[in-house]
């Protein structure tokens, strides 16, 4: 069955800082991957995804994110974190014959710090 | 709007009643997903419908939960006989065509309390 590990539970950055969320998932073929931000108030929203070809793909409001089959992994990357920033991210796998359904990782809550 | 519409944005209910929950999807998607999300959890698939048929409800709790759509739009969670562990917010989504690579569109949620 498929999984998704956020070992992070909360992250403190400072702003400015660089950041790096991790993401292990478990999946016996090539996995969908993807990226969700929550931020207090509003819905989740689609930072980057991965399905095939380069491994290190771009996403919005600066954000990269790395598969690396090997490990299992899809860790998150910023390099100078702004205050907005702050939010929850979430790590999802899907499948190409399940229809879209998604399976979330716990989260990972990031502050940032003056 | 453009977005993914859900009513209400709180529920406050009285463990043994039920609640229905509404989802609005973007127009034109045909794919429509239900998440739970538990405070302080990340989100638990619960069904998914393409079109208004439902392939996948592996996610569903109990047979207290149960969900339609119509039309190939609007959608309907309920939950009967509500019990306290039921407290969540519920997040619908919706996708274009239901593939594993598309990116799907989350509502505001419908913030679920049961007393």
């Known amino acids: 069955a498929q999984s998704v590990t956020q070992p992070d539970i909360h992250i403190t950055v400072s702003e400015g800082a660089s950041l790096e969320l991790r993401c292990n998932y478990s999946?016996?073929?090539?996995?969908?991957l993807f990226w969700y931000v929550q931020s207090p108030g509003q819905g989740l929203q689609l930072l980057l995804k991965?399905?095939?070809?380069?491994?290190l793909v771009q996403g919005i409001k600066g954000f990269e994110a790395e598969f690396k089959r090997s490990q299992s992994s899809f860790n998150l990357r910023k390099p100078s974190v702004h205050w907005s920033d702050a939010a929850e991210y979430f790590c999802?796998?899907?499948?190409?014959?399940?229809?879209?359904?998604?399976?979330f990782g716990q989260g990972t809550e990031l502050s940032v710090k003056p | 709007g453009a977005g993914v519409s859900q009513s209400p944005s709180n529920k406050v209910t009285e463990k043994g009643k039920d609640v229905e929950l509404r989802c609005d999807p973007i127009?034109?998607?045909?794919?429509l997903y239900w998440y739970r999300q538990r405070l302080g959890q990340g989100l638990e698939f619960l069904i998914y419908?393409?079109?208004?048929?439902?392939?996948?409800k592996s996610g569903l709790p109990s047979d207290r939960f149960s969900a339609e759509r119509t039309g190939e739009s609007v959608s309907t969670l309920t939950i009967q006989r509500t019990q306290q562990e039921d407290s969540a917010v519920y997040l619908c989504?919706?996708?274009?065509?239901?593939?594993?690579?598309?990116?799907?569109?989350f509502g505001p949620g419908t913030r679920l309390t049961v007393l």
């Open positions: 989504a919706s996708s274009l065509a239901g593939q594993g690579i598309d990116e799907q569109f």
């Open positions: 999946y016996g073929a090539t996995p969908y």
């Open positions: 991965y399905f095939s070809g380069d491994t």
């Open positions: 999802a796998v899907g499948a190409y014959n399940q229809g879209g359904k998604l399976i």
């Open positions: 127009s034109g998607h045909t794919a």
């Open positions: 419908f393409q079109g208004n048929s439902a392939p996948d």
